[in-house]
């Protein structure tokens, strides 16, 4: 098995440049980091090139057979190379998915999609990811000025969920076009007089909810193309939801 424990070694140069959009379009691979996430890629078969794993990871006597490679790395690489302040010392090198020239074609509209504008929180992106998934939606878009889906913060945050449902990077108008040309409402998210208070929605077996970003909220040009724009009743004096929050009780209220 190869050893590297230098950061000066050029594979760990390239491995650090994982964490940009650029390193990872580049060259073609993403980071996945800790044992949960990797197993949870392994089982929903997503194409590992290399497992990056210290001793002290080794001494657990893994079942490393999943791997075409694997490289014992030292746990300093392994601090370099991880977003986390403590990672857990083994890292999965995933092939990056090629870019479709049009990723509406292959989405699955049979259940609600969960479509995000311009959302930068990784965490908040992660939760409802993974809400979304507990919900039974069954997909989530990233739209445009939203963060990217690889980006190892987010990668982290979603938990493994990313391999539960379809996630998509496009233009969220295109979307909304879509669902509405099968006949399946888009709503989204603002507090204005002509929004309904969301329990007062009987949602189909299918839609469109939409969240826009953290502090300005739903771009103006999806706004005008929502079909109802919903808004949750607060009850104590808090003037507004976390965004994430938010789209939970949402997902949860309209699809039941």
């Known amino acids: 098995m190869e050893k590297i424990n230098s950061l000066q070694n050029v594979h760990v140069k390239a491995w650090k440049k994982l964490q940009t959009k650029k ?13 949960h996430l990797v197993n949870e890629a392994v089982k929903a078969k997503v194409s590992i090139k290399t497992l990056l794993i210290t001793g002290k ?11 075409p490679a694997v490289i014992e790395i030292s746990d300093e690489v392994a601090s370099h190379i991880s977003a986390t302040v403590t990672p857990q010392g083994v890292f999965a090198l995933a092939v990056l998915p090629k870019p479709s020239d049009d990723p509406l074609a292959t989405v699955d509209l049979s259940r609600p999609w969960l479509l995000l504008d311009n959302v930068q929180d990784p965490g ?15 997909g989530v878009a990233f739209g445009t000025g939203t963060v990217d889906i690889h980006q190892p913060k987010v990668e982290r945050a979603m938990q ?20 509405q040309a099968q ?8 507090l204005n007089p002509e929004a309904a208070q969301y329990l007062d929605v009987k949602a189909p077996a299918s839609f469109g909810l ?10 103006d ?26 789209a939970g009780i949402l997902m949860f209220g309209l699809y039941r």
Do not use: C
């Open 221 to 246: 040009d999806l706004l005008a193309l929502t079909d109802q724009n919903l808004y949750i009743p607060l009850k104590g004096q808090a003037e507004s939801l976390n965004v994430a929050i938010a």
């Open 160 to 179: 493994g969920s990313q391999f539960h449902l379809q996630l998509i990077s496009t233009d969220l108008r295109d979307l909304v076009k879509l669902l």
């Open 124 to 138: 908040n992106i992660g939760t409802m990811v993974r809400t979304a998934d507990a919900a039974g939606f069954g």
């Open 57 to 67: 990871q080794l001494e657990l006597k893994p079942d490393l057979t999943h791997f």
């Open 210 to 219: 939409i969240m826009g970003n953290e502090g300005n909220g739903m771009s």
């Open 23 to 35: 390193g990872r379009k580049q060259q073609g691979y993403y980071l996945l980091d800790g044992w």
């Open 183 to 190: 006949g399946k409402p888009v709503y989204g998210s603002e």
